[in-house]
């Protein structure tokens, strides 16, 4: 039985692609960056059986139009069909690959690697990165790649081992040329890039073996989980990747709704070197590029440990073709430590009970990059969403002498630019129904006085935040400032309005100029906390074609409106900015690196949702 949230199956893809194929009135070169599902709203969820529709954006060369709109996959028509005047489509995964075939066939860019003493370019990895919007007369208007070029080690295992520095060939993606070769001059190549495979091992480490002999807590029907008192439904896009729907928490046998939707819903990786072409490396890789296509096929005992269930993804490539990713999604059991314990020390007796999480989580291979989006269900209502970054660090090429100025020298001749990795987290709110409200929560010392006559006085101010204008926030960590979403209309025990807090984790500000070309382009990238009223069409915080957009859309556009947040069907949207200066202990590939935040209950529950927890049995104590 199919859920209308479900993502489209196989058969469902391939017939969207049929029909805008057939009635789209696109050239036969047209390609498809987008069939996913269109998710019905709320109102057509509640009211039961909403029509199967997929959302569809083509890119067509022969005119360099973008057109986006539905396919109604039981009435076999299409809806909103329209050119998306201005738009760029993504880079997907198959234009990725031909824009770096199109530069290494190029006799310029052939010369300018013989230069460098390249010959044979079997190991030269050109990659053509969306060009981002700086100005350039003869980029405007145009689909264009702003292309690096690294060869690979000789052990074979690194492709991005040897940047070449300096040499970008720009691409023109529809026309299918190199308009220019941007050389700013060689650089020595470095000598060797390290293997990632080492041959001698350390051989001390003994076996660890999970078992969960009864098997797991968790039951999956079709895309619902169910797990101890949490209840979900599990998503799939080729643009955001994992979603996660309907969100909530079985409390005196009622499921009481907190999150409608959730997602990753923008990413941007703006590079700090000034130099060469490196300006131009500020990756947008969920609206430039796509996470839901790069998700990696994992495997048990390898990138997941436990009692493991998988779900499959169903994409497509650029031609319409479905494509399946197996293993896409992983989710299982984990123990999480001690959820909670007392020592009653003047009679004597201990009660402590383990805490154990559930873990949803995807990985996504884009280029260099490996990102782990992994969200986290706690037994006393907490959600965790966490972000782990791996992968190998973009390096360029380094004069012994130059001074890293922009990153640090991770090996001989190799500077790791320092950078950014900024994700913007879009919930649909519903705590405990569909109105919500949003407050915004800080702590100051009260001044020494007859109120204080001690100096420990703290206050706590909580003020709604009743619009979008306001509704744009940064984190202060002198407040100890976090946001809450409550739902006025629900009255907790203590007659306060229910809630949960976004609790947020370490974090960052951009150092990019807000007038910059990646600065207008991710406006969002300025605020850690935006609230926005609901709208269908506002998904992600750059907007919804931000490759090779000018900038302003997204978050700041919207915001304009300064609509109303005060019992209102509420979006919170959270930037979570991991700034990271490579080591080089993050050579020759990364350690997972990690930053997170938390949705906790907060006076939604009576007391502890927790208490219930069994002891752990005797047996494993
Ligand atoms: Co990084």
Not at 193 to 209: H, M, Q, Y
Not at 278 to 292: K, L, P
Not at 482 to 498: F, H, Q, S, T
């Amino acid at each position: 039985m199919k859920h209308p949230l479900d993502p489209l199956s196989e058969t469902e893809i391939a017939n969207a692609a049929a029909l805008v194929r057939g009635k789209g009135g696109l050239s036969g070169q047209a390609w498809f960056e987008t069939i996913a599902l269109h998710e019905p709203e709320k109102t057509e969820l509640a009211r039961g059986n909403p029509p199967r529709l997929a959302f569809v954006c083509c890119y067509d060369p022969g005119s360099g139009q973008t057109w986006d709109g539905i396919a109604d996959l039981e009435m076999g028509a299409l809806r909103n069909w329209r050119h998306v005047v201005g738009a760029q489509a993504r880079i997907v995964a198959g234009e990725f690959a031909m824009g770096g075939e199109i530069a290494k066939a190029d006799p310029r860019v052939v010369a300018a690697l013989a230069l460098r003493g390249i010959i044979d370019l079997g190991d030269v990895l050109i990659e053509a990165w969306s060009a981002g919007n700086f100005g350039v007369a003869s980029e405007e208007g145009e689909r264009i790649a702003y292309c690096h070029c690294f060869l690979r080690n000789t052990a074979g295992d690194n492709p991005y081992a040897r940047p070449i520095a300096n040499l970008h060939p720009v691409v023109d993606l529809r026309r299918r040329l190199v308009i220019r070769v941007d050389d700013f001059g060689v650089v020595p190549l470095p000598a060797e890039g390290a293997s990632i495979n080492v041959s001698a091992t350390r051989n001390d480490l003994k076996p660890l073996v999970i078992t969960q002999p009864d098997g797991p807590s968790f039951t999956v029907e079709g895309n619902l989980v169910r797990w101890q008192k949490w209840q979900f439904r599990v998503g799939f896009h080729v643009r955001d990747g994992l979603i996660l729907h309907m969100i909530g928490y079985e409390d005196e046998g009622r499921l009481r709704p907190i999150i409608h939707r959730a997602s990753m819903a923008e990413m941007v990786v703006p590079y700090g070197d000034p130099r060469g072409g490196a300006f131009r490396r500020n990756a947008f890789d969920t609206g430039e590029y796509g996470v839901g296509q790069f998700l990696d096929s994992l495997t048990l005992g390898c990138d997941c440990l436990g009692h493991i269930h998988y779900f499959d993804c169903w994409h497509h490539d650029w031609l319409g073709a479905p494509k399946k990713i197996e293993n896409a999604i992983c989710m299982h059991e984990e123990d999480f430590g001690i959820l909670w314990k007392f020592t009653d020390t003047v009679r004597g007796g201990v009660t402590v009970k383990r805490s154990r999480r559930l873990v949803v989580s995807s990985l996504s291979t884009i280029g260099n990059y490996v990102y782990g989006f992994f969200w986290y269900f706690y037994q006393d209502g907490t959600i965790g969403i966490e972000v782990k970054a791996t992968g190998i660090p973009l390096g360029t090429g380094a004069k012994d002498n130059d001074l890293a100025r922009y990153g640090t020298r991770v090996a001989p001749g190799i500077d790791a630019h320092v950078h950014q990795h900024v994700f913007s987290f879009r919930f649909d709110m519903c705590v405990d129904g569909p109105r919500n409200a949003v407050t915004e929560v800080n702590f100051a010392a009260v001044p020494v006085g007859p109120d204080n006559p001690h100096g420990n006085a703290i206050r706590t101010d909580e003020r709604k935040l009743t619009r979008e204008k306001e509704a744009q926030r940064v984190m202060d960590l002198a407040a100890a400032r976090y946001w809450r979403v409550i739902n006025p209309n629900k009255l907790n025990a203590y007659g306060e309005p229910v809630g949960y807090k976004l609790v947020p984790g370490s974090n960052a500000l951009p150092f990019s100029d807000p007038n910059s070309p990646v600065g207008r382009r991710a406006g969002f990238m300025y605020k850690h906390f935006w609230a926005t009223q609901y709208a269908a069409d506002e998904l992600y915080p750059a907007g919804w074609y931000p490759n090779l957009h000018e900038g302003g859309d997204g978050l700041p556009r919207w915001s304009e409106k300064n609509r109303s947040l005060d019992n209102e069907n509420v979006v919170v949207w959270y930037t979570l900015n991991y700034h990271h200066l490579p080591r080089p202990e993050d050579w020759p590939v990364q350690p997972c690196v990690y930053a997170s935040f938390h949705w906790m209950p907060s006076g939604f529950f009576a007391s502890n949702p927790a208490l219930d927890v069994p002891s752990p049995s005797a047996a494993c104590c």
